[in-house]
Every structure is written in structure tokens, then in C-alpha cells.
T-cell receptor, first 115, second 113 residues
């Protein structure tokens, strides 16, 4: 398996623009997680899905952020409108099970820069 | 608060030597799991080692081992025979009854040749 795939790897945009980050989880994994990593706040869980259904979005910072998982092999994280404080590395991860003891497999991340 | 604390922002070790990275955590759960993840310059997070809280025996994976002190809520990572490829950011994380991993702030490990 190719592992978790994220695109794009780098994104530079201007404030106010819409940004869409994409993720393809490992085939057969039922759980998908979106994280944000910044120097100030470290690694934060934004939202996670189980069988394509959002389970916990309490980490989503505000209404400008939205995430979808239309099928088992694809998820998007959208920011609209984007702001400079959204600049961060965004990771997608997937796991076979959502239990707290199961390894999560991370993608390479998308480095987002909002000017 | 359910927190994970890594008190060493940066560490350095000579190649072939041993280094220990510290981690403490707070939890009210009786059953939980602890992890060390490695993040090399490529950014991709990789699982290094995992420990089940109900197991007294410390986990070991080749050159990597942990010192799990449940009563003290301490979970340190020992890297033996350090190699240049071990240079990375290391994150301690806790998982439990919820499906969330709580991560520490990370320790940046430099390996000197």
C-alpha cells in the first residue's frame, strides 16, 4: 500500500482565498483523522471520521473550517476564507480501528502558507 | 486536564551513545496506551514504540525501549546506539477510551557524528 496520501504537499495562498486539502487514507482503514501542527500549539486533532461519518469535530477552530469524507477513500479539509493564522502543516492520518491503542498512520502533510 | 508533557525541547547525543527522552502525562483513565512517534525532516510521523498501560513489562523495539512508571505517570524513551538517522522530532502521545491521541510538544533530537 502507498500509505496515506495527501495533496498538495505545499500550498501558498492569499488571505481570503478558499483552500482545499485532500487526503486518501490507507485502504481498509475505517478511521480518518485531520491534525494541524504549529509551533505555538503543537499537534492538534481537528476532526475525525468513522466509516465516512464525522464523529468529533470539537477541534475545528471555527466555522471557516469544514471537512468531508464522501467515500472511504477520500476526504477534504476546506478553509474558507483563509487567514494568515491558518498557516500550519496539516496532517491526515488513518487507522484500522479508532481505539486509543491502535497505531495511526500519518500522511506526509500539507504545508499551508496564507499570505 | 488530560495533558502530555515533554520537558526537553531539545536534546543532543553522540553517535553510538544512548539518550533518554522524557515524557509525563495526566489521565483519569485506568486503561490507556502510550506512544512515541518520530517526525524526521521529511515531516511524516512514524510510530516508534507503543506501551499498554496494563502491562508492567516495558516495551522494546530493537534499539528503542521505554521506561514506563505508571504510578509516576512517566513514559521515557531510551535510544541505544544512536544513529544519524535517529535525528528527528520525537512526540510522546497518549490514547485511551476516546479515539483521540493527545500529543506532547515534542523533543528535537540531534545526533552528533
Amino acid at each position: 500500500d502507498a500509505g496515506v496520501i495527501q495533496s498538495p504537499r505545499h500550498e501558498v495562498t492569499e488571505m481570503g482565498q478558499e483552500v482545499t486539502l485532500r487526503c486518501k487514507p490507507i485502504s481498509g482503514h475505517d478511521y480518518l483523522f485531520w491534525y494541524r501542527q504549529t509551533m505555538m500549539r503543537g499537534l492538534e486533532l481537528l476532526i475525525y471520521f468513522n466509516n465516512n461519518v464525522p464523529i468529533d469535530d470539537s477541534g475545528m477552530p471555527e466555522d471557516r473550517f469544514s471537512a468531508k469524507m464522501p467515500n472511504a477513500s477520500f476526504s477534504t479539509l476546506k478553509i474558507q476564507p483563509s487567514e494568515p493564522r491558518d498557516s500550519a502543516v496539516y496532517f491526515c492520518a488513518s487507522s484500522l480501528d479508532g481505539a486509543g491503542w491502535v497505531e495511526q498512520f500519518f500522511g506526509p502533510g500539507t504545508r499551508l502558507t496564507v499570505l | 486536564a488530560q495533558t502530555v508533557t515533554q520537558s526537553q525541547p531539545e536534546m543532543s547525543v553522540q553517535e553510538a551513545e544512548t539518550v533518554t527522552l522524557s515524557c509525563t502525562y495526566d489521565t483519569s483513565e485506568s486503561d490507556y496506551y502510550l506512544f512515541w512517534y518520530k517526525q524526521p525532516p521529511s515531516r511524516q510521523m512514524i510510530l516508534v514504540i507503543r506501551q499498554e498501560a496494563y502491562k508492567q513489562q516495558n516495551a522494546t523495539e530493537n534499539r528503542f525501549s521505554v521506561n514506563f512508571q505508571k504510578a509516576a505517570k512517566s513514559f521515557s524513551l531510551k535510544i541505544s546506539d544512536s544513529q544519524l538517522g535517529d535525528a528527528a522530532m520525537y512526540f510522546c502521545a497518549r490514547g485511551g477510551a476516546t479515539n483521540k491521541l493527545i500529543f506532547g510538544t515534542g523533543t528535537l533530537l540531534a545526533v552528533q557524528p
